[in-house]
């Protein structure tokens, strides 16, 4: 209240509390005059005072807000390994002769190295710590409580409050409905086809126009490029998805002894190990959309391993015979920023010339993201 | 660790437009708020003006005093002769007048309270008989408590996920094979149960604390026994978490063989297919240019893990495990069981407001070769299978009562029977059970 308020007000309760002396010295006339001002008043005060109540006295209700969807937790899902299992002998291609195993300016990293990627925007105790800053922690006082209790915010707030929690779950509810739809093509195209996405791959960092995309579909429209393998994978931004089809084998890989007894009963017996030798092609991958000033771009992290079984060679042991695979193996783990509705080559082979003979197909795998803005 | 880019940029444009954008994108209630705040403000001051124009009313003049005695007068003039010379005008700075009052709701309401009570006691000094004493309102008898049992298992009881079988094969030992999402931990909650702890929790919470009577919870039911008043309340908050919760969904599978070309024909929003695509579709398998292989029908409850499976299984000997536990150790055959098949696991997890259902869903089909090496070790037959198989998983949001297809392997070549490629397609839809 401001100075000038409070003698106003000061000089009013020093006038209706003053002896009504002098109220009666000047008649009734000017007692009634009184009585109807003081009425004209108390209507006022009474007015103004049932305004401001329902400031001051805050009714609470109770509301729920599923949030489910702001916390799932997106599962990361890894291709299985189109390897041949064990450790791989020799060292690290880069890392030098001193052996060790990691070292060198050029490191492949081991592909069993995975990254942790975080599906979810955020967590329970986070989204508590955003909603108190942004509404002002003094709100949140009993009776008011807010908690998250499997994946639902149970709010006790005024209507005022539950409008500002609202929007801000909007805007996160807002980011966290995109989601992404990737085509995956495998592709055999002709020689111009070839350098043409050889070049734009090189100087666009992986990423092909949708210009350079019409021209491969209508290239396999006609039949001077063959399609030979088409999927299609839909996961939230930021998740990792995958794929894999081929076969799969038990084989014999090795026989371990074990020994045992007492005195002069001592036996051995060998156990095979008996491994899974999977061959085909797998694709896994995570893309993350990136909302920027200009057009949307999906950033892609993606691992592609395809692998032929040569020859499943025998070989004789003391307790039977072990399997020796052969395969042959194309893989690559690459990343590129792709604009949405363009592509991205993550994987092209020529003809193997190592051999002496040429020996596998052509294929040229393309990636399509498509970001999904669900309304 | 990579973390969302995403949740940061949100954060950073709340902080930096927070004000303008409150502006922009008022809700009804602030709105109301608002409007509500400047009423209030309106009406106090125009109170408080009336007060002070009543506060600066002349008072009337006081009798005329008595003669003075000669001393009392010289006194008299000694005062006036000390008053100050010319009364200080009221300087009023030209950015006062500007500034808004400010409006302090509690001081004001405080303040109009303690001018009404003076204003009242004064008309009751000046008319006792039409201004009487105002008595406080009579409270009346709390209400006895009436005891009522409400039914609450749907809020309470937490669903059971229900994931796929291994398919695959996997190391000989246990052949326990590859799980469809590859063995990762999957932390997200099944289904939407409260538990009893928490519902007695919040009940308590809608009732009033010194109200009297008792709340249990025991074996699904709630044991109240309160006013009518406090029952009220907690119907009405059974009611709103029941809004927001339960209910079934019906997710209609579909498992196609589909061309590549088909698939590109399609407009693909990207949102559900419209109905125009849905024809197509129908259209296709029709006149067989796109198969259907499979069709279940799963039915989840709203964050539960639900698999459905189509295909065989059988034993095979897997290979030789050792028996140490005696002096000399020995060999014995390993079983393992091999499935093969349509396997797909689902978990939807619906958003009622946006009227979406998040479908995380995972395939495999696979099939055993026909011929199996069996071969000699250590005189026990250990069978070697080979297996074709596709796996992929998705994660895709589907509108409630649309169709989408999430993911799978289209089929690039021409149809010869033998291939596993296949494509998925869902279709959610919100079964709600009907309370008596």
């Avoid at chain 2, 190391?171 to 997200?188: F, K, P, T």
């Avoid at chain 2, 000997?317 to 055959?333: A, K």
Wanted: aromatic share 4%; with cysteine.
């Amino acid at each position: 209240m401001t100075m000038k308020r409070l003698c106003g007000a000061l000089a009013a309760l020093i006038a209706l509390s003053a002896a009504p002396a002098f109220a009666q010295e000047a008649g009734k006339q000017s007692k009634a005059d009184e009585i109807k001002e003081l009425q004209a008043l108390l209507a006022k005060v009474e007015k103004a005072i049932g305004k401001i109540e329902p400031l001051i006295k805050k009714t609470y209700v109770f509301a729920q807000y599923d949030l489910r969807q702001l916390f799932f937790r997106a599962p990361d899902r890894i291709a299985p390994r189109l390897t041949i299992p064990g450790s791989n002998a020799g060292y690290r291609t880069g890392s030098g002769g001193g052996g060790g195993a990691a070292g060198g300016v050029l490191s492949f990293g081991d592909s069993d190295e995975e990254e942790s990627y975080e599906g979810a925007l955020l967590d329970p105790e986070k989204m508590v710590e955003i909603i108190y800053a942004e509404t002002g922690e003094d709100h949140w006082e009993s009776p008011a409580s807010l908690e998250v209790s499997n994946g639902f915010l149970l709010v006790k707030q005024t209507p005022l409050l539950h409008s500002k929690v609202r929007r801000l779950l909007e805007d996160l509810r807002a980011a966290a409905l995109r989601s992404i739809q990737l085509e995956v093509g495998f592709y055999s195209l002709s020689e111009d086809l070839k350098t043409a996405i050889a070049v734009e791959s090189k100087t666009r960092g992986g990423a092909l126009s949708q210009e350079t995309l019409k021209r491969v579909d209508a290239a396999v429209a006609r039949g001077e490029a063959k399609l030979v393998g088409h999927s299609l994978l839909s996961a939230l931004s930021n998740q990792r998805i995958y794929l894999h089809t081929g076969a799969e084998r038990n084989y014999v890989a090795t026989f371990e002894e074990m020994s045992g007894g007492t005195g002069p009963v001592v036996k051995s017996v060998a156990m095979p190990i008996v491994e899974v030798l999977r061959t085909g092609l797998s694709l896994d991958i995570v893309g993350t959309v990136l909302e920027g000033d200009d057009k949307p771009r999906v950033a892609l992290d993606a691992r592609f391993l395809r692998s032929d079984l040569i020859l499943l060679d025998k070989r004789k042991s003391a307790w039977g015979a072990i399997d020796i695979p052969q395969i042959k193996v194309d893989s690559v783990r690459t990343s590129a920023r792709v604009p949405a509705g363009e592509g991205m080559l993550i994987f092209s082979s020529d003809k193997d010339k190592t051999d002496s003979k040429e020996t596998g197909e052509q294929v040229f795998l393309i990636v399509r993201p498509r970001i999904i803005k669900t309304k | 660790m990579r973390l969302n880019p995403s949740f940061a940029a949100v954060l950073a444009a709340l902080s930096v437009a927070g004000p303008a954008l409150a502006q922009e994108r008022e809700s009804p209630e602030e709105a109301r708020h608002r409007e509500q705040r400047q009423a209030a403000r309106e009406a106090a001051r125009e109170a408080w003006d009336l007060i002070e124009s009543y506060g600066r009313v002349d008072p009337p003049k006081p009798p005329k005093p008595r003669p003075l005695r000669n001393d009392e007068a010289r006194d008299r003039a000694i005062d006036r002769l000390a008053r100050p010379l010319h009364p200080e005008p009221e300087i009023v700075r030209e950015a006062e007048r500007d500034e808004p009052i400010p409006f302090d709701v509690q001081s004001d309401y405080e303040g109009l309270k303690e001018m009404r009570r003076a204003i009242l006691a004064r008309l009751r000094r000046l008319d006792p008989k039409r201004f009487p004493l105002r008595r406080a309102p009579r409270t009346k008898a709390p209400a006895r408590p009436r005891l009522k049992i409400f039914d609450v298992q749907d809020l309470t009881d937490r669903t059971v996920d229900y994931p796929a079988p291994n398919v695959g094969l996997g190391s000989g030992l246990d052949a326990s094979g590859a799980d469809i999402d590859s063995g990762e931990d999957d932390s997200n909650t099944p289904g939407v149960g409260l538990g009893g702890e928490k519902l007695l929790e919040l009940v308590e919470g809608v009732c009033d604390e010194d109200a009297e009577g008792s709340i249990e919870f025991t074996s699904g039911r709630l044991i109240v026994r309160k006013a009518p008043e406090q029952l009220k309340r907690i119907e009405a908050l059974l009611k709103t978490l029941r809004e927001g919760r339960g209910g079934l969904l019906e997710i209609e599978l579909r498992v196609y063989r589909m061309p590549s070309a088909f698939y590109s024909a399609l407009n693909k929003s990207g949102s559900g297919l419209s109905d125009a695509e849905e024809a197509a579709i129908a259209a296709a398998v029709k006149r067989g240019e796109v198969r259907l292989l499979a069709a279940p029908r799963l039915v989840a409850h709203d964050g539960q893990k639900v698999h459905v499976r189509r295909g065989k299984s059988r034993s095979i000997i897997s290979g030789l495990e050792v028996n140490q536990t005696g002096v000399v150790p020995t060999l014995n055959p390993l079983i393992a069981n091999i499935n093969e098949g349509l396997v797909v696991e689902a978990r939807p997890i619906l958003d009622r407001g946006r009227q979406l259902v998040l479908i995380d869903v995972g395939l495999s089909i696979s099939r055993l070769s026909k011929s199996m090496e069996t071969r000699l070790i250590q005189g026990s037959e250990v069978e070697l299978p080979q297996m074709l198989i596709s796996r992929t998983a998705s994660t895709g949001k589907v509108p409630l009562g649309r169709g989408a297809i999430l993911g799978g392997v289209l089929a690039a070549g021409p149809d010869d029977g033998r291939s596993l490629q296949c494509v998925i397609y869902a279709r959610p839809r919100l079964i709600r059970a009907r309370r008596r």
